[in-house]
């Protein structure tokens, strides 16, 4: 069936670094991949999405290309806020399900 | 701009009582879903429905049971609640599995 691998946490970094988070997945056919971010207390948002190989999904200055050959959708961003802290789910949909990995939880300090 | 609701947002059980978490929604989508999350585990499938009228098991169905009331209401059932139960419950909804909106979660404890 589908899943999701994505790097285990926590990350900690401070303000300005650097953020990847793996994002590895096993699908059939031709899965849209997602990333939801999930705040203290909140359910889960939609962060960015792909819906084809080489496709590059961007919201809020975080970025992720969908890489077929290599079955991953890494999430970056260049230079994090303490308002970036927050838990990171990828996902893929097939059909009408979507599964999703365990999450990442980030921490940035000030 | 009420989105997804769930109700209720907090709630303690005992070992073998039943409840129901209630989930609505007002922006028309087809789907609906209830997902479960623990910690480590991410979120996992329980049941799901694509359209009015149809559901269908996800990932972790058993123990649980729904029914899709109408298009807007989409419930979950605890028959014989037990510890391993003891989760927060999200209900989502889409439009034909695109973006997924979520619900604030409801917070399970079964003792």
């Known amino acids: 069936g589908d899943s999701v691998t994505q790097m285990e946490g926590p990350v900690t970094l401070s303000e300005e670094a650097f953020l990847t988070i793996n994002c590895t997945y096993t699908a059939t056919g031709y899965p849209s991949l997602f990333w939801y971010v999930q705040y203290p207390g909140e359910g889960l948002q939609l962060l960015l999405k792909?819906?084809?190989?080489?496709d590059k999904g961007s919201n809020k200055g975080f970025e992720a290309t969908y890489r077929k050959e290599t079955t991953s959708f890494h999430l970056e961003k260049g230079s994090v806020q303490v308002s970036d802290s927050a838990v990171y789910f990828c996902?893929?949909?097939?059909?009408?399900?979507?599964?999703f990995g365990a999450g990442t939880t980030v921490t940035v300090r000030a | 701009n009420a989105g997804v609701t769930q109700t209720p947002k907090f709630q303690v059980l005992k070992t073998g009582q039943s409840m129901t978490l209630q989930c609505a929604q007002d922006m028309n989508h087809n789907s609906m879903y209830w997902y479960r999350q623990d910690p480590g585990m991410g979120l996992r499938l329980i049941y799901y429905?694509?359209?009015?009228?149809?559901?269908d098991k996800g990932e972790v169905p058993n123990g649980y049971n729904v029914s899709r009331l109408n298009k807007r209401e989409f419930s979950l059932r605890l028959e014989s609640a037990a510890p391993s139960q003891t989760s927060v419950y999200f209900c989502?909804?889409?439009?034909?599995?695109?973006?997924?909106?979520f619900g604030s979660g409801t917070q399970l404890s079964v003792l």
């Open positions: 989502a909804s889409s439009e034909a599995g695109e973006k997924l909106f």
């Open positions: 792909a819906t084809k190989a080489d």
């Open positions: 429905s694509a359209s009015e009228g149809t559901t």
């Open positions: 996902a893929l949909r097939n059909d009408y399900k979507l599964s």
